[in-house]
């Protein structure tokens, strides 16, 4: 759900240097969706436009961690009302892709690192979103939305066994891709990436993630833009491969 803007990257409370390393073997690089792949907050937006009543007060008592998304979830689903075709249409006007995201994939396709979007959110507007931007072919897992009628909407929770507070459980997801990836990067900004990010070797943080980073002491780069992704990853593969030779 929500996230909070950051300023320019320092790395805290590691240095990019130590906070950055190969194992060698497969990387897998994972990307949160609302305020990262997709610098708007989707979820967000959709509950402004498409909720029949205020949800404020849902999401006041999710961001201070009183429920978890998945009973946020279920709160919301018989207030919002909205047909497919109005829906599509509304997120392909207001997405917002990071101009810098693009070349974040095709960086990593040539290393041969696996991209995989984790999203609490749902995966109607993220799949609207990839073939809107042209990126099909990117593995995402979501809240999966379904379309009713008279404009009912309804939410399925495929990945939330893992976690019982979770709608989307990014943790299980990501523990689970241990077994085929010898690193894991880990890229986000908000509450739903703050458990996940203490599974991976590596994490890029801004907004909510990044201050809890600092808080819980779990090492990270701060960054602004999948650019400063494609920098640091570029120089530790550079070193990699320099202490390889």
């Not at 404009?151 to 085929?180: H, V």
């Not at 890229?187 to 703050?194: N, P, Q, T, V, W």
């Not at 890029?204 to 780069?221: D, H, M, P, S, W």
Request: aromatic fraction near 12%; proline fraction near 3%; include cysteine.
């Amino acid at each position: 759900m929500r996230s909070a803007p950051t300023n320019r990257k320092t790395a805290d409370p590691a240095d990019s240097t130590g906070a950055l390393s190969f194992r060698g073997g497969r990387t897998l690089a994972v990307c949160d969706f609302d305020g990262t792949v997709c610098t708007v907050d989707m979820g967000n937006a959709i509950l402004n436009r498409f909720s029949r009543t205020k949800w404020e007060e849902i999401d006041r008592a999710y961001c201070a961690r009183e429920i978890g998304s998945l009973t946020a979830y279920r709160m919301l689903t018989p207030i919002l009302r909205g047909s497919r075709k109005g829906m599509a249409d509304f997120v392909r006007q207001n997405a917002r892709l990071d101009p810098e995201f693009p070349a974040f994939v095709r960086f990593c396709r040539e290393l041969g690192v696996d991209v995989m979007i984790l999203s609490d959110g749902l995966d109607f507007y993220i799949e609207t979103f990839l073939e809107q931007f042209d990126l099909q072919g990117i593995d995402y897992y979501a809240n999966r939305l379904s379309f009713g009628k008279e404009d009912a909407l309804d939410i399925d929770f495929p990945y939330s066994s893992e976690c019982g507070s979770c709608g989307t459980c990014k943790s299980g997801i990501l523990l689970r891709s241990r077994a085929e990836y010898d690193t894991v990067v880990y890229i986000g900004d908000g509450f739903s990436d703050i458990c996940p990010a203490r599974e991976a070797d590596c994490v890029f943080a801004k907004g909510v993630l990044y201050e809890a980073c600092l808080r819980n002491g779990t090492a990270c780069i701060r960054y602004e833009h999948f650019g400063d992704v494609i920098d640091a990853l570029q120089a530790a593969w550079t070193l990699r491969e320099a202490r390889r030779s």
